[in-house]
């Protein structure tokens, strides 16, 4: 018999990152701040970097589910990344998931390709942390791909 699902609970002010799950967004997570909590698993959020269409200069506001929330994970530093490691990359004001396909020889870039858009594009190391997943209340490394 399986255990009840337990739903994390978030509070006031703490920082997430909202896993958005429409088109042209698959794989990507978002940085924002809980305004509120307004019943069973339902929030309102702050986006950190995404603004409102009609007045940039406003924070983009949204009533999310908690399955689509997760804490900021937490930063694991490396010296550099693999071929076929599982990353998140920074672009487009979020972090998308994708897989490590080259390194740029003699400097700190690194190939980046996107399975939900079939990209491949070039990032530097800052601009590169490790995935983790958020499994039952518990960060998770990826295992790195075979390649």
Do not use: C
Request: aromatic share 12%.
């Amino acid at each position: 018999m399986r255990p009840p699902k337990t739903r994390m609970e978030f509070v006031r002010g703490q920082n997430v990152e909202v896993s958005v799950k429409q088109d042209g967004f698959m794989g990507s997570y978002f940085e924002a701040k809980v305004v509120s909590h307004l019943q069973n698993g339902i929030y309102v959020v702050e986006y950190k970097t995404l603004v409102e269409e009609h007045d940039h200069s406003q924070p983009l506001t949204e009533t999310v589910y908690s399955k689509e929330l997760r804490p900021l994970p937490p930063l694991i530093s490396v010296p550099r990344f693999s071929t076929n490691q599982k990353v998140d990359a920074f672009d487009n004001d979020g972090w998308w998931v994708g897989v490590i396909t080259r390194k740029i020889g003699g400097s700190d870039g690194y190939y980046v390709y996107f399975e939900t858009t079939h990209q491949e594009i070039l990032y530097p190391f800052s601009r590169i942390r490790v995935h983790q997943d958020w499994v039952r209340g518990k960060w998770v490394l990826s295992k790195k791909l075979k390649g």
